[in-house]
């Protein structure tokens, strides 16, 4: 267990020794900053909970970039500067190696997510003072009255269960290909297409639609309707939850087969 360990921590630095990471978390704080800040000279009537909400809205598509980055790259990368080598002659099995990878990635995903939500939520708290008041659950559209605190932290939750799929599938792009260039453009390609091709798709009267990975993606609009109706389509939570649990499944799967089967000698 302590081996495993070890090869996390790894990971993990190998994540923060890149200059880019800690630019990446510099631009989220300035991003906090910047706009927390213009809210306070320019609005009157913004509360610190719709500040914080409408950075998160904006942000979360930022850091999505930034993990589709670093996890296209994760395995990819190893193929392409040659150190895949040096790493699988060590006594470790090729899964542990795979599975010490992803988590170091969920564990960035997730670090990112967090400095976003502490630093939003205590510069807005000293610029905007405390506020849960109906005013703010109004501000905010949310359902059943509960806590403008409470309901920002599920809107973070249920953001990061889209970064963990979006993690999952840019990792396994960075398994099947040995380019990392190639692994994080095709990613963001297919992210990016994908969010717009299944928004238009969404209006076509077939079933088939609602199995489309990117309709599921945003599982905080739940926050606000139980069910997502257009046309002949109604989403639900549960719905969706399964749907992602099925690519889930699929992405790891392909990527511990490959990975496990690759032969690195060429």
């Not at 790894?10 to 300035?30: A, D, P, S």
């Amino acid at each position: 267990m302590f081996d495993f360990l070890q090869l996390v921590r790894n990971e993990n630095m190998k994540i923060y020794r890149r200059i880019g990471t800690w630019i990446m978390l510099g631009i989220i704080l300035l991003i906090v900053i910047v706009v927390s800040t213009l809210s306070k000279i320019f609005s009157e009537h913004d509360t610190m909970w719709t500040i914080m909400n409408g950075i998160e809205q904006f942000t979360y598509y930022l850091i999505t970039i930034f993990t589709v980055v670093v996890s296209a790259e994760c395995v990819a990368g190893e193929f392409s500067a040659g150190t895949i080598k040096l790493l699988l002659i060590r006594p470790w099995s090729r899964s542990k190696i795979l599975l010490s990878k992803y988590i170091a990635l969920l564990l960035f995903a997730l670090t990112l997510s967090v400095v976003m939500l502490v630093s939003s939520y205590l510069l807005n708290l000293i610029l905007f003072g405390y506020n849960d008041s109906a005013t703010a659950n109004e501000a905010l559209a949310v359902l059943n009255n509960s806590h403008p605190l409470s309901y920002m932290i599920q809107v973070y939750v249920l953001d990061y269960i889209g970064l963990i799929m979006i993690v999952t599938f840019a990792f396994m792009l960075s398994t099947i290909f040995r380019s990392g260039g190639l692994a994080i453009g095709l990613s963001m390609f297919i992210y990016f297409f994908g969010l717009i091709a299944s928004g238009l798709l969404f209006n076509l009267k077939y079933d088939w639609v609602e199995y489309l990975l990117f309709l599921h993606l945003d599982l905080k609009q739940y926050l606000q309707t139980s069910v997502i109706k257009h046309n002949i389509h109604e989403l639900t939570m549960g719905f969706s939850l399964a749907v992602l649990a099925v690519y889930y499944i699929v992405f790891v799967g392909i990527t511990w087969l490959i990975f496990n089967k690759r032969d690195v000698a060429t």
